[in-house]
T-cell receptor, first 114, second 113 residues
Framework: DSGVTQTPKHLITATGQRVTLRCSPR?????VYWYQQSLDQGLQFLIQ???????AKGNILERFSAQQFPDLHSELNLSSLELGDSALYFC?????????????FGPGTRLTVL | QQPVQSPQAVILREGEDAVINCSSS?????VHWYRQKHGEAPVFLMI?????EQKGHEKISASFNEKKQQSSLYLTASQLSYSGTYFC??????????????FGPGTSLSVIP
C-alpha cells in the first residue's frame, strides 16, 4: 500500500459524458501527478501539481482538466468522453516534485467508455 | 522524448539473470525504475542520479552511464516475484525544477519455474 488513494476504482460511462476522478496523496506529499495508461501501453504523463499550482504539463487533451485543492487532494475531470479515453488513470504523489523525488502511485481508476 | 527500452520482452527461468536497458537521446539528470504487475500500480524500484548517487531496492541494482545517457537494471538470481513490466522514467531537470518524468514503453519480464 503506497498511501495514495484513488476513487472510484472502476467507472463505466457512455460517450459524451463527463467524469471526475479523485486522488488523495500520501500524508506529507505536496506534489500530485496524473498518468494515463491505455491497454498494454506505457504510462503517459498528463499533468503535475505542486501545493495547489500547476507545475508541468504533458500530452493532456483540452477535454481534460485537473486541479489540486488546499487540502492537497486532486481531481481529474474528463469531459466529452470518447471510446479512446478508456484506460487506467493513475495518480502519484511525491514529497516536493523535484527530480530526485520518488513518485508513489495509487491503485488507479479503470475507466471504461461505452 | 520517450526513452527507448530493450529488450521488449524476456522470459527467464528462476535463478537466471537479466539486464534491462533504457536509453535517451537527451541529457538526463535522473533515471527512475518501476515495476508494474498486471492490473496493479507501478511500484518504485530505484532512482539513479547524474553523478552516481543511487537510491533503491536491496536485491536489484542499476547503473547510469552519463556519457551514453543510458541506464541498465540488473536482476540477478531472478525469483517468480520479479515477473512484471519494468518501466524506466527519465527526467532532465535539476533537483529544484519540476519537469516531468517521461516513461519508456516498458519491458515485460516473465520468470518461470
Amino acid at each position: 500500500d503506497s498511501g495514495v488513494t484513488q476513487t472510484p476504482k472502476h467507472l463505466i460511462t457512455a460517450t459524451g459524458q463527463r467524469v471526475t476522478l479523485r486522488c488523495s496523496p500520501r500524508s506529507g506529499d505536496l506534489s500530485v501527478y496524473w498518468y494515463q495508461q491505455s491497454l498494454d501501453q506505457g504510462l503517459q504523463f498528463l499533468i503535475q501539481y505542486y501545493n495547489g499550482e500547476e507545475r508541468a504539463k504533458g500530452n493532456i487533451l483540452e477535454r481534460f482538466s485537473a486541479q489540486q485543492f488546499p487540502d492537497l487532494h486532486s481531481e481529474l475531470n474528463l469531459s466529452s468522453l470518447e471510446l479512446g479515453d478508456s484506460a487506467l488513470y493513475f495518480c502519484a504523489s511525491s514529497l516536493a516534485g523535484g527530480s530526485t523525488d520518488t513518485q508513489y502511485f495509487g491503485p488507479g481508476t479503470r475507466l471504461t467508455v461505452l | 522524448q520517450q526513452p527507448v527500452q530493450s529488450p521488449q520482452a524476456v522470459i527467464l527461468r528462476e535463478g537466471e539473470d537479466a539486464v534491462i536497458n533504457c536509453s535517451s537521446s537527451k541529457a538526463l539528470y535522473s533515471v527512475h525504475w518501476y515495476r508494474q504487475k498486471h492490473g496493479e500500480a507501478p511500484v518504485f524500484l530505484m532512482i539513479l542520479l547524474k553523478g552516481g548517487e543511487q537510491k533503491g531496492h536491496e536485491k536489484i541494482s542499476a547503473s547510469f552511464n552519463e556519457k551514453k545517457q543510458q541506464s541498465s537494471l540488473y536482476l540477478t538470481a531472478s525469483q517468480l516475484s520479479y515477473s512484471g513490466t519494468y518501466f524506466c522514467g527519465t527526467r532532465m531537470g535539476m533537483k529544484t525544477s519540476y519537469d516531468k518524468v517521461i516513461f519508456g514503453p516498458g519491458t515485460s519480464l516473465s520468470v518461470i519455474p
